[in-house]
């Protein structure tokens, strides 16, 4: 990123000195020379710029002030007068006087295509988005090249998105934007990407969704080539928005097919197959279903659907993708939202459960997929679900203190899980005092056994059993809460501090240990860095 | 089980988990919203069943086309710790390469420090070697030395006879790279 107020190369030998004190920081010596210089040409404007421009530096912003005024009020035209006045108003926060310069430089030389556009940029700056239009099209006026056409129509965009009247915007603005896009589509200048993506800007804030698919399907579209899948994206946010579910399934499907992690697409391919469903739709018998393809309506589909993803995933050598075994989650979820028996098809959420946890069980984001859908369990199997997640915890034997522990890290990560997860289904808060304290002592030798697998961690790298620690510092908040025992938020505290002690980037110790430092009324600033 | 979508604005007010990282730059706004105006198809974040956010990658395209160094370039890839050994950094990669190959880019490069090793062996394994050491390049904020980078490079298929990624024997300095 280039510095602040980096001044451009300038075409005067002359200022070049001042130019590069002032880079430098060396705005004494830029005043110094900007006066020898004036003294000989006291009309070198620019020279009086960059004095002022080193004044404001120094603090001295009334007379930098000034003294810039005293050429401004000159209505200067020459290039390093007015980028170096464009400079100082912007140090000096007022971008205002900007375009105001700039206005001036347009009126005495009507064809610089440069001072247009750097009125244009002053407009911008403040926001005054109808110059900004006007500035545009006199651009375009002085030099046909298209973005300065295009940066017109956005700023008639710009102004119906901050109109306070949306009718203004409905009626006014944003069908002039299109009647102007229009008229380039059929004059044939639509050149570049980005004039499409303002063209479907413009219709789909108009609601016209069928126009916009249209565009994107046509020619058009063709150019829409930058962002991976823009075309997909598009169509599958009008078939959403002008409620076609039948493309809106077919799509999904496709793109299911190609990328079965996609959750996005699991979402609008239910969506859609149950509204299809719900308004009794089939698909011709002939013909093709959409122009997007084949369209699946019924449940027995969807469930085919997801069981054939699942065993996909299941026959890979490699890496398998959470994405069939949440959408089987997902589908039973939503067939039990409409009260239909199918989702026995599926296959108990018990037992998914226990082989999502197989499969993925030694990842930290397990916890954070199953916790979802955990409402799928009634309360009574909450018990029996945690005790069988437990047997596929390979623990070493049980040792002098009643605890077996795990082997390498990824049964670490496993077996931190099911703590995790007997945590969110509140196994954790119904163990009465005396529990919890057995629970702190388990977790905390866990937390000392796991430490032996981080010896090797950078100071930037999270120790694997940092979760334990977290987890023994709630549990003695739920008992300080609960009991309102101080010495139990002591305790908490020094958990905490031994955490951070072999984890010193752990943001999470952090963050907790300044909330509690705040309700006791510590506020001590934390010297170390996050 | 990951949406892939594209970055906005929004999102910057919920990437703590990824970039309180210590590993992880968080910039000023005006850096992110730059990225989002000329680059906004290279900036993609993935977010989870559950709305959070998992990781996002940065990046742009730069270099002369005559002279062969048009490349695709990482500014920031980062996944939150939560969601890692996923494989999306590496997916988040294979897409800013697809995206380098359609612009006709030769190569795909990134500047990562020496000492993140995690890093360094991530990129390995999904082709990158590195080009050559950048002395310097990241200045420290508290009184700690600065620490040197490796720009690592991709060549593409451009690039046919793979000249982008030979490597170069001696260091350069922070001023020295284009």
């Not at chain 1, 697409?265 to 393809?293: R, T």
């Amino acid at each position: 990123m280039a510095a602040r107020g980096h001044v451009q190369d300038p075409n005067d030998r002359r200022l070049r000195p001042i130019y590069d004190y002032l880079d430098n920081g060396n705005n004494k010596m830029a005043i110094q020379q900007a006066d020898k210089l004036l003294k000989k040409h006291k009309d070198l404007h620019c020279a009086k710029v960059l004095k002022a421009i080193g004044l404001q530096r120094t603090g001295k912003q009334d007379e930098a002030f000034s003294l810039a005024q005293e050429v401004a009020t000159l209505e200067p035209t020459d290039d390093n007068s007015l980028q170096a006045l464009t400079i100082l108003y912007r140090e000096m926060h007022r971008p205002e006087l900007v375009t105001k310069l700039y206005e001036a430089a347009v009126k005495k030389v009507p064809l610089s295509e440069e001072y247009h556009s750097h009125l244009f940029m002053a407009y911008a700056r403040v926001g005054e988005y109808k110059k900004m239009q006007q500035a545009g099209m006199a651009l375009y006026k002085t030099v046909p090249k298209n973005p300065y056409y295009f940066w017109s129509v956005m700023s008639l965009v710009m102004q119906a998105i901050s109109a306070q009247d949306d009718k203004l915007a409905q009626t006014m603005f944003l069908p002039l934007a299109e009647r102007m896009v229009e008229k380039m589509v059929k004059e044939g200048k639509i050149e570049a990407e980005a004039e499409v993506q303002l063209y479907f800007m413009i219709l789909e804030r108009l609601g016209k969704y069928v126009e916009a698919l249209d565009m994107v399907r046509g020619p058009l579209g063709e150019k829409l080539t930058s962002e991976l899948q823009s075309r997909e994206n598009k169509c599958m946010m009008m078939y959403q928005r002008l409620q076609l579910w039948p493309e809106c399934n077919a799509l999904s499907y496709k793109l299911l097919l190609k990328n079965p992690d996609e959750w996005q697409f699991y979402l609008s391919y239910f969506d859609s197959l149950f509204h299809l469903m719900d308004k009794s739709w089939s698909p011709p018998n002939e013909e093709e279903h959409c122009v997007e393809g084949p369209v699946q309506t019924t449940v027995a589909e969807a469930v085919k659907f997801v069981v054939d993803r699942m065993e996909e995933e299941d026959k890979k050598d490699s890496r398998p993708l959470r994405g069939p075994y949440m959408a089987c989650l997902e589908l039973i979820h939503r067939l039990r939202q409409r009260g239909c028996p199918d989702e026995e098809e599926l296959g108990d959420p018990l037992e998914l459960m226990l082989q999502f946890f197989g499969k993925f069980g030694d990842k930290p984001s397990c916890i954070t997929d199953l916790k979802i859908y955990l409402h799928l369990l009634p309360p009574e199997q909450h018990t029996q679900f945690k005790n069988r997640l437990g047997d596929l915890v390979p623990l070493g034997e049980v040792g002098e203190d009643g605890f077996g522990f795990p082997g390498d890290t990824k049964v670490l990560q496993r077996h931190l899980c099911v703590c995790q997860l007997s945590r969110v289904l509140g196994l954790q808060h119904t163990l009465d005092t005396e529990g919890k304290l057995c629970l702190i002592t388990e977790l905390k030798a866990h937390y000392h056994y796991g430490l032996q697998f981080g010896k090797s961690c950078l100071k930037t790298e999270l120790q694997f059993s940092d979760t334990y620690c977290l987890m023994v510092a709630h549990v003695y908040i739920d008992l300080w809460t609960e009991t309102g025992d101080e010495n139990m938020l002591w305790q908490c505290l020094g958990v905490l501090e031994e955490g951070l002690s072999y984890s010193p980037s752990n943001a999470q110790f952090k963050l907790l240990l300044l909330l509690l430092f705040c309700r006791l009324g510590a506020f001590h600033t934390y010297s170390t860095t996050p | 089980m990951t949406t892939l979508r594209a970055f906005t604005c929004d999102d910057l007010f919920k990437f703590n988990n990824i970039n309180l990282d210590p590993l992880t730059e968080t910039y000023g706004i005006p850096f992110y919203l730059q990225y989002l105006a000329h680059w906004p198809e290279y900036f993609i974040v993935a977010e989870a069943p559950g709305g959070e956010l998992m990781g996002y990658i940065m990046g742009k395209a730069e270099g002369s086309v005559a002279r062969e160094e048009w490349h695709g370039h990482v500014t920031a890839l980062s996944v939150a710790p939560e969601f890692r050994r996923l494989g999306l950094a590496a997916k988040l990669m294979e897409m800013l390469e697809e995206i380098s190959e359609r612009k006709g880019g030769f190569f795909v490069d990134l500047f990562v420090r020496v000492s993140n090793q995690v890093a360094v062996n991530m990129y390995k394994q999904l082709g990158y070697s590195v080009y050559r050491t950048v002395i310097e390049y990241y200045s420290a904020s508290n009184g700690e030395p600065d620490e040197d980078a490796y720009d690592m490079r991709k060549a593409l298929s451009r690039d046919t006879e793979r000249k982008s990624i030979i490597p170069i024997p001696h260091p350069v300095r922070p001023e020295d790279i284009e």
